[in-house]
């Protein structure tokens, strides 16, 4: 097989996951054919993505035919999700082991309802841990104040954690020492620190979603010109996330890093999340080129894996001109526009995205399970 850009993009450090999975995928040996051919070395899935896959389709009724009698329509959830994110791993196993540990991760994910409750996160990740039974399984887990208590506590217990819907860096600093101190707090007691993995989800595309709209907002209004409207479009995403990159090589050095890498700690891998390009006129692979550097993930979505594969460009950008990003903040701050408010809201919306989308997954279990309980008895 011949190497293709993903194979490139591997090369330069960063680590391609998919953001997908379905039964389909883990049964027809398409995924182990994209862990072979497209450089994959791990996956993270979420409720939106299971409704999708639940929704359409009839890859689970056979399970759910036989595993509804006496199970609620969260239950049943929980069965389909662990059973493919087990399979999953298995399927990352080679990756994993290969990695020493440091890749080859399948993400799921805790309930939505769970965000601000630091003890219901911890009680859930548990469960979770302990059904899927692989090590490397890896627990999502919101990035809130909540979150990140849970953070520490399980790194502290010794499982490995991606803390998504990140949007600021700020928040992305509060996650770092979370970590941190969750690795310390387990040195302390005996633990061994070596195969405890965690990652950072950053999310890109949602945020120059609400900068564009701001400014095109004060186009509106008559206060912006379009011309520099136009200059400043597209551009606020890359330059916050590449703030969260100077951030993690900052607090991943010096004298409290070194400690714990000494003791076999891992470093808390900034992933990029939110990749696919959501305005038609950027470049559809943008948010994947402009974030490419070494200790890094980007989770893809198919269509975003496909596009690179064909096109992709690899080099070095992530560290690319802080200074210049720092300056695109200020000039959108002068504008009016608080890059601290717009991701406040972005993860305001994002929690009540992923509880929308646990409601209708959780719906639409209900209605097929009725649906397949009502063919069996006509049948």
């Given at each position: 097989m011949p190497e293709t850009p993903l194979h490139a993009l591997h090369a330069a450090g960063q680590s391609i996951w998919l953001d997908f999975i379905d039964r389909t995928l883990l049964v027809s040996g398409e995924l182990p054919r994209r862990i072979r051919d497209d450089a994959l070395t791990g996956m993270t899935s979420n409720p939106t993505i299971f409704e999708k896959a639940l929704a359409t389709g009839t890859a689970y009724d056979a399970q759910l035919r036989t595993a509804a009698e006496g199970r609620s329509a969260w239950e049943l959830f929980e069965l389909v999700e662990t059973d493919d994110v087990r399979a999953a791993c298995d399927a990352f196993a080679g990756v994993y082991r290969a990695s020493q540990g440091t890749d080859g991760f399948v993400?799921?994910?805790?309930?939505?309802?769970?965000?601000?409750?630091?003890?219901?996160?911890?009680?859930?990740?548990?469960?979770?841990?302990?059904?899927?039974?692989?090590?490397?399984?890896?627990?999502?887990?919101?990035?809130?104040?909540?979150?990140?208590?849970?953070?520490?506590?399980?790194?502290?217990?010794?499982?490995?954690?991606?803390?998504?819907?990140?949007?600021?860096?700020?928040?992305?600093?509060?996650?770092?020492?979370?970590?941190?101190?969750?690795?310390?707090?387990?040195?302390?007691?005996?633990?061994?620190?070596?195969?405890?993995?965690?990652?950072?989800?950053?999310?890109?595309?949602?945020?120059?979603?609400?900068?564009?709209?701001?400014?095109?907002?004060?186009?509106?209004?008559?206060?912006?010109?379009?011309?520099?409207?136009?200059?400043?479009?597209?551009?606020?995403?890359?330059?916050?996330?590449?703030?969260?990159?100077?951030?993690?090589?900052?607090?991943?050095?010096?004298?409290?890093?070194?400690?714990?890498?000494?003791k076999g700690a891992q470093l808390q891998r900034p992933l990029w999340a939110s990749t696919s390009t959501k305005n038609p006129a950027y470049r559809d692979v943008l948010y994947v080129e402009q974030l490419i550097g070494p200790d890094t993930v980007n989770t893809m979505p198919p269509a975003t894996l496909e596009a690179f594969r064909d096109h992709g460009i690899t080099a070095r950008t992530v560290d690319g001109d802080p200074e210049g990003a720092e300056r695109l903040l200020g000039e959108l701050r002068a504008l009016g526009i608080d890059l601290d408010q717009v991701t406040d809201q972005l993860l305001t919306e994002g929690l009540a995205s992923f509880q929308k989308s646990f409601d209708t997954l959780i719906a639409g279990l209900e209605r097929k399970t009725a649906a397949l309980a009502h063919a069996a008895t006509v049948a």
């Amino acid at each position: 097989m011949p190497e293709t850009p993903l194979h490139a993009l591997h090369a330069a450090g960063q680590s391609i996951w998919l953001d997908f999975i379905d039964r389909t995928l883990l049964v027809s040996g398409e995924l182990p054919r994209r862990i072979r051919d497209d450089a994959l070395t791990g996956m993270t899935s979420n409720p939106t993505i299971f409704e999708k896959a639940l929704a359409t389709g009839t890859a689970y009724d056979a399970q759910l035919r036989t595993a509804a009698e006496g199970r609620s329509a969260w239950e049943l959830f929980e069965l389909v999700e662990t059973d493919d994110v087990r399979a999953a791993c298995d399927a990352f196993a080679g990756v994993y082991r290969a990695s020493q540990g440091t890749d080859g991760f399948v993400s799921i994910e805790v309930s939505p309802g769970a965000a601000h409750d630091a003890e219901a996160t911890v009680a859930e990740a548990h469960r979770l841990w302990e059904t899927v039974d692989r090590p490397n399984v890896m627990i999502k887990v919101p990035g809130t104040p909540e979150g990140c208590v849970a953070l520490r506590r399980l790194i502290a217990d010794g499982l490995n954690v991606n803390v998504t819907l990140l949007f600021a860096v700020a928040a992305h600093a509060r996650v770092i020492d979370a970590y941190l101190a969750g690795l310390e707090d387990r040195a302390a007691a005996g633990g061994d620190l070596r195969h405890v993995a965690s990652v950072a989800s950053f999310f890109v595309s949602r945020v120059d979603g609400a900068v564009d709209a701001a400014l095109e907002a004060r186009v509106a209004a008559g206060t912006l010109p379009r011309e520099r409207a136009t200059a400043l479009q597209g551009r606020a995403a890359i330059a916050n996330a590449r703030l969260a990159y100077r951030l993690f090589r900052s607090r991943f050095s010096g004298k409290r890093w070194e400690a714990l890498a000494a003791k076999g700690a891992q470093l808390q891998r900034p992933l990029w999340a939110s990749t696919s390009t959501k305005n038609p006129a950027y470049r559809d692979v943008l948010y994947v080129e402009q974030l490419i550097g070494p200790d890094t993930v980007n989770t893809m979505p198919p269509a975003t894996l496909e596009a690179f594969r064909d096109h992709g460009i690899t080099a070095r950008t992530v560290d690319g001109d802080p200074e210049g990003a720092e300056r695109l903040l200020g000039e959108l701050r002068a504008l009016g526009i608080d890059l601290d408010q717009v991701t406040d809201q972005l993860l305001t919306e994002g929690l009540a995205s992923f509880q929308k989308s646990f409601d209708t997954l959780i719906a639409g279990l209900e209605r097929k399970t009725a649906a397949l309980a009502h063919a069996a008895t006509v049948a």
